[in-house]
Structure formats: structure tokens, C-alpha cells
């Protein structure tokens, strides 16, 4: 490792022509708990691109004592993250290190990187694409890793540790209005048995399952390893109307210790545009309820949250056995003013032959659905159901001055143990001041009720933009006849370069949305944050 | 431990000097039909912003009004926005449809990897890059708050000025474009272009 990174800034000597640039981010936080020398967290994070002509090196350092969500990385050689090379001309591209893959819409193979999640299914090994003219492309990929996955949000539980060597081959076919992909991976995943005893913790079939059998293995503790094989196909097509999008994805696996299974991921989606009235219709259906699968991160179909207050609400999508659907419906005015109709709905498979699934018919049925009658919802309780409902009204005045937003949020679920019900209305008002200066007020209010028990929170924050230089914000939190979590938080651009933000108080979890961006931030009990990035 | 981490920092720091100013690298992405594009070719030899966003940013959203004013304005004179998206597979099936309800006239690509994102040094959304006629990186902005736009288009009339672009086939709303701040000296680009001289400090900020 050591050597590597002194080869690494040696060659930057050597070779002149070498173009590069780096970029660092630093979170520091103390609580009331922690100490100075024993922060609450301490990451950082640099990010080095080097390049040579037509080769590019990405390489990410961390140093984090410890990290926000994770396990430290205080030694040298803990600290290389990502490290890949890519080599590409007009006939074939070459990636050498770590492999991040999107392929179709990702039913079978996505590989990414989210640090807030401490997040990383990438693979080591090697993608080679060859471009046999402008409309076809062939793809292979080799590569082996084991990945870390967790299964319980609390970051001090251990999570899994599963290996894996993947081979993939493929093809894209590029036309005017019209693209298909083909792929098949093979793939062998490597289970040791404490791995499998903590799968018995998953709230899923797969977890059912993996307690059944615990009684039948524990005195043998076998390791357990199967090979899985899978088959992709979608294709996209584009109209001056609209788009369609289909793909399909074939599972042949195993349960850990059982029988071989066969499953399938499907994704279709249509959108129209019929006189400025833009209409979305999303259908998933992903079922392979007995694989733990590492590499497929297809749409999620449902909307994601921009409401701080309904973002800690939000659905957990489980890849290997969900299906529903999203509608959404929008029109921008020529005013300026933007209406947005959203409605999803979801639910799991179910394996028992005593409960009906539930047919296509039930599953559209938009008009029984959008009475939000609870009892609806309750007839499907055994098949987890998930609902979102999301109305939004927003746009400037004439004098392009000051900006709103109303929305209405409904969410309902039920989870394995428990059902969620939560009503918010998030507001967001902005007023722009002369020279560049604005005010910008969030403000938002939800009932939520877990089981029977209702619980009302508060969300007020107002922030300060000065000429794009510095920024100042309040953070006022509260649950009624509860908690209340206060802060403040100032942000100074010192440059177009580097930006400083320093933060005082208690934070709840989940988006926080200051100074220009909004981020997912982790609960923060009474005490100091600081966040440095800087680009060089 | 943290002495080798910042140690490499500092010597990566200095390093940075020894490069050749920040290019502008090469990169193959997908617009909203698929097509693959280079983005040294939408450069084309004028000032460029590239900007980057995603569906759940709200201050992404409001920025994107405002490059799309800019896009429409300044584009006579060689200047160009590039909006890049860097929603993944999770959410990526909506862009276009957002991209079609705002009637936006720049360029909009798919970045769903964020390698993009990440070779430009950017962290989080809204990021925005400013490029010279030259492909040179002048200018770097992470977040938005409304009002920023307005030192924003200061500085994109800097990059048409320092290019140097002929005053006879300027296109007249530069020639009349003032920016009128209270109580500050307003900039007016015909004299600038006439006298060939940089902008006075007083009036560069």
C-alpha cells in the first residue's frame, strides 16, 4: 500500500504531461459524549484523478477515526477505498481495479458506491468493452470481491461478509429511436455459517426460511456455497410522444442449503406527453424471495422524499421480492407554476397456499386505491403493502422574486411487525433580496401514527444566503409534548474552491437541506460539527 | 497514523502547482435518447457550464432555471450549458419527463455512474463547473441559493470578455447588458471591449 502511493506521486514527477486533480471532504463531530481525542466521528475522504493521455486513475483515501457510519480506518493500509485505470479510444475501453457497472436499468447488475450507507458493492476485476462500429458494442466482465452487506441499522452489529466471483458477457445495440441490451452473468457466492446464522435476523421469506433450517444445521455449522446464473434482456424505445422501456431478468439459484429456484425480475415503463400534460407509468416486479442477492439495484419505483419530515418515513425496497407500481402525473405552466400528482403502491410476494395473491386487477385498481381507504390497505396487510400518495403545488411570481411550495405527503405501511400511517405537509417559501441575497424558510408539520399511537412533529428552519459567499441557518425540530432538537449552522464559501460549514446543536437524522444542498446527516445529540471540502 | 493521510495531502497539495492548469477531461455520456456523446465535443472551442444535478435536489431545480435563462441568452455568443443528471437506475426513468414538463434548451446528459461528477472533483449536487474557450476549469461552485445566479452570470460575462470574441459580431444583448448592483459601479461591455483592457478590480466584484 505504501508502495503504491508513493509510486503513485512518484509518476507524477516524472511525467509532466500528466493532468490532475484532487478533492477532499472532512466531517468532524463532537457530542456530548465524546472527547476531543475520542470524536463522535472524524472522516476523511480524498479523492485523487490522474490523467495520461487516454488513460485516467481514480484512486479514494479514507482516514476516518472513526467514520460516521462503518468501521475505522486508521491504518495505511486500510485506507486505499477505490483504486481503478481506464483506457479508452474509439474501438474499446478497458477498466482494470475497482468495478462500477450499470447494465440496462440495473435488474441484474448495478455496482455502486454510497458512503452515507457505508455502501460498496463493487467488484476487483476487469471490463472490457469493444465498439465493433456505431451501433453495436460488446462487453465481458471478470472480476471477484467480498462484499460487506448490512442487515441491521445499527452501525456497532456485524454485518455480512459474503464472497464472490462473477464472469459476465453482452451486448448493446444501438439504433434512432430504439436500443437493446442483452447480458448473462455467472456468478458463485460463498456463505460462511456465521453469515448464514445472522440472515435468520432478516424480515423477509429468505429470513423465515434460514430460522427453519438453523435447528437442522447448528451442530454441523456448515459453510455453503452456490453458483447462480442469470440472463438480462430490456430494450428502450423513443418517440417524439414518449418512451417505453422494458427489461427482464431470469434467476437461477439456490436456497442456502436446499433446492435449486427459479425467479425473475421484471421492470416496464411508459411515459407520455399529451398537450404539455406529462404522464409516468412505472410497473416492477422483482421475485427471487430466497436469494441474497448483491448485485442487482433495479428502479425503485417510488418516489423519493424531498420532505426532511417525510424522508424519515421513507420505504425500505426490498430488491429480491417487491412488486407495484408509480403514477405520476405533472404540467408546468407557462407562469412559471408546476402541479405534480405522485401515487405508488407495493407490496411482497407471499409463499402460502392458504392466502391469494393478489391479481392485477387489485394491484391497479387506482380508483379503490385512491380513496386511501385504511381498510384497503388492511385486507393486504399480510403481503406488507406500501402506499404513497404526494400532491405538490410550486412556481415563482411574476416579478420572479419569491418562490412556493405546498405539498401533502400520505404514506401508510405495513412492516413485519409493526404499521405506519403519516400525513405531512411540507412548505418551503424563498424571497430573493437585492444583490444576490435571499431568505429561504422550510416549514413542514406531520401526524404520524405507529400502531395506534400518534405522535405530531414541527419542522421549522430559515437561512440567510449572503451573494453566494456565506450562508446562515436555524434548525428548529420538535415533537410535541416531546423532544426538540435546536441548531444552528453557517456555511462560508472562502473561495470557489473551498467551503467551511460549521454546525452547534442537536440534529435529527435524515435530510437536512442548508446552505444551497441537501444531504442525508445522521442523528446528532448537543455539540459541534465541521464539514471542509476543498478542490485542488 | 493521521500524520501519513495529512502528509499526503500537503505533498498532493504542492503537486497540484507542478500541473498544468485544471483541463477540462474527456468523457463519452448518454443524452435522454441514448446517444453517446463526447463532452469535448459539445465544447466547441466556447465558454462552457457544466452542471450537475438529480431529481430529489430541490436547489438543483431552482438552479436549472436560471442556466436555462443563460443557455438562451448568451448562447449567440459561443457560450453553452451542459446539465448532467446523476440519478442511478433507482430513479433515472423520470428525468426525462421532468426534463420535457420545464422545456429546458441546454443539453442534459446521464452521468448514473457519478464518474463524471467524480473526475471534476465534485462531492454533492448542485456542482457547477465553469470552462474557458481554451477547455481550461476556471471556476468551481458547490450548492445554490437563490441570488447566486447573479454573481454566476458576472462571471460567465468575465469568460466572453477574456475570450476575446470580435465586438462586431456580438449580439446586441451583450453589448447592452449592464449588471446593476445598489450601490456598486455598474459593468458595461462595450466599453470593456473597446479599450481591450481586463476588468478594473472595482468593478470584477
Redesign the interface.
Known amino acids: 500500500m505504501r508502495r503504491f502511493?508513493y509510486l503513485n506521486?512518484l509518476i507524477?514527477?516524472i511525467y509532466?504531461q500528466?493532468?490532475?486533480?484532487?478533492?477532499?471532504?472532512s466531517k468532524y463531530a463532537k457530542d456530548a459524549a465524546a472527547t476531543t481525542k475520542d470524536p463522535t466521528f472524524f472522516e476523511?475522504i480524498?479523492?485523487?484523478?490522474l490523467?495520461i493521455d487516454d488513460l485516467?486513475i481514480?484512486s479514494q483515501?479514507e482516514?476516518s477515526?472513526p467514520p460516521l457510519i462503518g468501521h475505522r480506518k486508521?491504518?495505511?493500509s486500510d485506507?486505499l477505498n477505490i483504486f481503478y485505470i481506464e483506457y479508452?479510444d474509439d474501438n474499446f475501453d478497458l477498466t482494470i481495479g475497482n468495478l462500477?457497472l450499470?447494465h440496462?436499468?440495473?435488474l441484474s447488475l448495478?455496482t455502486?458506491q454510497d458512503q452515507n450507507i457505508d455502501y460498496d458493492n463493487s467488484i476487483y476485476g476487469i471490463e472490457s468493452t469493444y465498439h465493433i462500429n456505431d451501433n453495436f458494442d460488446f462487453f465481458t466482465i471478470m472480476g471477484r470481491r467480498e462484499i460487506i452487506s448490512r442487515i441491521s441499522p445499527i452501525p456497532e452489529d456485524n454485518p455480512l461478509s459474503i464472497d464472490n466471483r462473477l464472469i459476465s458477457i453482452g451486448t448493446y445495440c444501438?439504433f434512432d429511436?430504439v436500443?437493446f441490451h442483452y447480458l448473462s452473468m455467472l456468478y458463485e457466492q460463498y456463505y460462511q455459517y456465521d453469515d448464514i446464522y445472522m440472515m435468520k435476523d432478516l424480515s423477509s421469506l429468505l429470513g423465515d426460511y434460514i430460522e427453519g433450517i438453523l435447528p437442522m444445521i447448528e451442530n454441523d455449522t456448515p459453510d455453503y456455497s452456490m453458483k447462480n446464473i442469470e440472463h438480462n434482456f430490456g430494450f428502450?424505445y423513443?418517440n417524439d410522444f414518449g418512451?417505453l422501456?422494458y427489461e427482464r431478468s431470469l434467476i437461477y439459484y439456490h436456497k442456502i442449503l436446499g433446492e435449486r429456484e427459479t425467479g425473475s425480475r421484471e421492470y416496464f415503463?411508459t411515459?407520455i406527453?399529451f398537450h404539455?400534460i406529462?404522464i409516468?407509468l412505472?410497473h416492477k416486479d422483482y421475485n427471487t424471495p430466497y436469494l441474497y442477492s448483491l448485485f442487482s439495484?433495479?428502479?425503485?419505483g417510488y418516489r423519493?422524499?424531498?420532505s426532511i419530515l417525510s424522508s424519515r418515513n421513507v420505504h425500505t425496497l426490498d430488491f429480491n421480492n417487491e412488486f407495484g407500481h408509480q403514477l405520476?402525473i405533472?404540467?408546468?405552466f407557462d407562469s412559471g407554476t408546476?402541479i405534480l400528482f405522485n401515487y405508488a403502491f407495493a407490496m411482497h410476494h407471499k409463499d402460502d397456499n392458504n392466502i391469494k395473491e393478489t391479481n392485477i386487477y387489485n394491484l391497479y385498481g387506482y380508483m379503490k386505491n385512491l380513496l386511501l381507504d385504511k381498510n384497503y390497505m388492511h385486507k393486504f396487510q399480510n403481503f406488507n403493502p406500501y402506499r404513497q400518495l404526494y400532491l405538490e403545488f410550486s412556481g415563482?411570481d411574476k416579478e420572479e422574486e419569491f418562490?412556493y411550495?405546498f405539498g401533502y405527503d400520505y404514506i401508510q405501511e405495513y412492516l413485519a411487525t409493526y404499521y405506519i400511517l403519516a400525513k405531512t405537509l411540507p412548505m418551503?417559501f424563498?424571497y430573493?433580496?437585492?444583490?444576490?441575497?435571499?431568505v429561504?424558510i422550510y416549514f413542514e408539520i406531520q401526524d404520524k401514527w405507529k400502531d395506534d399511537v400518534k405522535s405530531s412533529y414541527w419542522y421549522f428552519s430559515p437561512?440567510y444566503?449572503h451573494?453566494?459567499e456565506w450562508?446562515f441557518s436555524l434548525f428548529f425540530d420538535k415533537q410535541k409534548n416531546a423532544d426538540e432538537w435546536i441548531g444552528v449552522d453557517y456555511?462560508i464559501?472562502i473561495n470557489?474552491?473551498n467551503?467551511l460549514s460549521l454546525f452547534y446543536g442537536s440534529q435529527q437524522g435524515g435530510l437536512v437541506?442548508a446552505?444551497?444542498?441537501?444531504?442525508i446527516q445522521p442523528e446528532f445529540d448537543e455539540g459541534v460539527k465541521a464539514t471542509y471540502?476543498t478542490?485542488? | 497514523m493521521p500524520k501519513y493521510f495529512f502528509k499526503i495531502i500537503l505533498l498532493l497539495f504542492f503537486i497540484s502547482f507542478i500541473f498544468s492548469q485544471d483541463k477540462l477531461p474527456t468523457a463519452f455520456l448518454k443524452d435522454l435518447d441514448g446517444k453517446k456523446i463526447d463532452i469535448l465535443d459539445l465544447h466547441n472551442n466556447g465558454p462552457m457550464a457544466i452542471s450537475f444535478w438529480f431529481l430529489a435536489c430541490e436547489p438543483c431545480k431552482k438552479e436549472m432555471k436560471y442556466l436555462d435563462q443563460f443557455n438562451n441568452k448568451y448562447s449567440e455568443n459561443g457560450f453553452k450549458v451542459v446539465s448532467v443528471n446523476t440519478d442511478n437506475s433507482r430513479t433515472i426513468n423520470r428525468v426525462k419527463p421532468y426534463i420535457n414538463s420545464k422545456k429546458y434548451s441546454f443539453t442534459v446528459l446521464n452521468d448514473p455512474k457519478s464518474f463524471f461528477l467524480r473526475k471534476l472533483g465534485g462531492k454533492i449536487c448542485p456542482y457547477l463547473i465553469l470552462v474557458d474557450k481554451d477547455g481550461n476549469i476556471v471556476s468551481k461552485h458547490t450548492g445554490y441559493n437563490p441570488g447566486d445566479e447573479i454573481k454566476l452570470e458576472k462571471e460567465i460575462i468575465e469568460l466572453l470578455v477574456d475570450a476575446k470574441i470580435d465586438s462586431t459580431i456580438l449580439d446586441s444583448t451583450i453589448l447592452d447588458s449592464t449588471i446593476k448592483l445598489e450601490n456598486e459601479k455598474p459593468i458595461i461591455l462595450p466599453d470593456l471591449i473597446e479599450t481591450n483592457e481586463p476588468l478594473d478590480e472595482d468593478q470584477k466584484e
Open positions: 502511493l506521486i507524477t514527477f509532466s500528466i493532468d490532475g486533480n484532487f478533492s477532499l471532504e476523511n480524498l479523492d485523487i484523478n490523467y485516467y481514480f483515501l482516514y477515526s486508521e491504518e495505511l485506507m479508452f462500477y450499470l440496462g436499468k440495473g448495478h455502486y444501438n429511436r436500443n428502450n423513443f418512451d422501456s415503463s411515459y406527453n404539455g406529462n409516468i412505472e439495484n433495479p428502479p425503485i423519493e422524499s424531498t405520476e405533472n404540467k408546468s408546476t415563482w418562490y411550495r418551503q424563498v430573493k433580496l437585492n444583490q444576490g441575497n435571499s429561504n437561512s444566503s451573494y453566494g450562508s456555511t464559501n470557489n474552491l467551503q437541506c446552505n444551497g444542498s441537501c444531504v471540502r478542490s485542488f
